[in-house]
């Protein structure tokens, strides 16, 4: 196993357009996470999954913004009409655990930088 | 959501010991102590976890006071790689690990 695998490592598109991100968790894991992060922040959360549901969406996540995790294995984020506020590195996590623990373990991918011109 | 505090930046010497503190003093009785770090470009990385009891892995240490208010992650011998952002985060029966900041560790040749 590599890991967790995000596509593409960068984007650079125009305000408007849309993108997509596609993260590929550890295969075993049950649990998917996206954050996004700005320079000089720390990671803020943005959704969760546990398998194939999306249990919830911070109120950071706009209208434009979509989740998936069809079968419960990859994911895919979406940003519609991109906007230059959009810039940032989207980190997608995934962990094996149960509902009960706090001791579950976060494995991060690399991340996918997008800068909107 | 259960807030941290730690310095914005710490300095240490190339090998070293590093103490690096984070408080605490709303933390439940369920929340789990995380710290993760980040090296530049990367994703963050897992480094630790305890409840309780003071705890050991390969990577480093974590001391958690008597009355869970406070932890500190030590680093027993600092290297050039272990410059990084250094996360302290609670987490309890839910999914959401809520970073803050961190303490920008940099570690001197």
């Known amino acids: 196993d590599t890991g967790v695998s995000q596509d593409p490592r960068h984007k650079i598109t125009k305000r408007g357009q849309n993108v997509t991100f596609r993260c590929d968790p550890i295969?075993?894991?049950?649990?998917l996470y996206w954050y996004r992060q700005t320079l000089g922040q720390g990671p803020e959360f943005l959704t969760y999954?546990?398998?194939?549901?999306?249990?919830?969406k911070s109120r950071l996540l706009s209208d434009r913004f979509s989740a998936e995790r069809p079968k419960g294995s990859f994911s895919t984020l979406e940003i519609q009409r991109t906007e230059q506020g959009d810039s940032a590195m989207y980190l997608c996590?995934?962990?094996?655990?149960?509902?009960?623990?706090?001791?579950?373990?976060?494995?991060f991918g690399a991340g996918s930088r997008l800068t909107v011109l | 959501d259960a807030k941290t505090t730690q310095p914005n930046s710490m300095e240490s010497n190339e090998e070293e010991p590093v103490h690096l503190p984070c408080n605490h003093s709303?933390?439940?009785?369920?929340?789990?102590i995380h710290w993760y770090r980040q090296l530049p470009s990367q994703g963050p990385e897992y480094v630790i976890h305890?409840?309780?009891s003071n705890v050991n892995n390969r990577m480093a240490s974590l001391a958690i006071a008597e009355d869970r208010k406070s932890s500190t992650l030590i680093l027993h011998r600092a290297t050039l790689r272990d410059a990084a952002v250094y996360y302290c985060?609670?987490?309890?029966?839910?999914?959401?690990?809520?970073f803050g900041t961190g303490t920008r560790l940099k570690v001197l040749a």
């Open positions: 305890g409840l309780t």
């Open positions: 709303t933390i439940s009785g369920t929340d789990y």
């Open positions: 295969s075993e894991h049950n649990r």
């Open positions: 999954f546990q398998n194939e549901a999306q249990l919830e």
């Open positions: 996590a995934s962990s094996l655990g149960d509902r009960s623990s706090g001791a579950n373990v976060l494995t």
């Open positions: 985060i609670l987490t309890s029966g839910t999914y959401k690990y809520i």
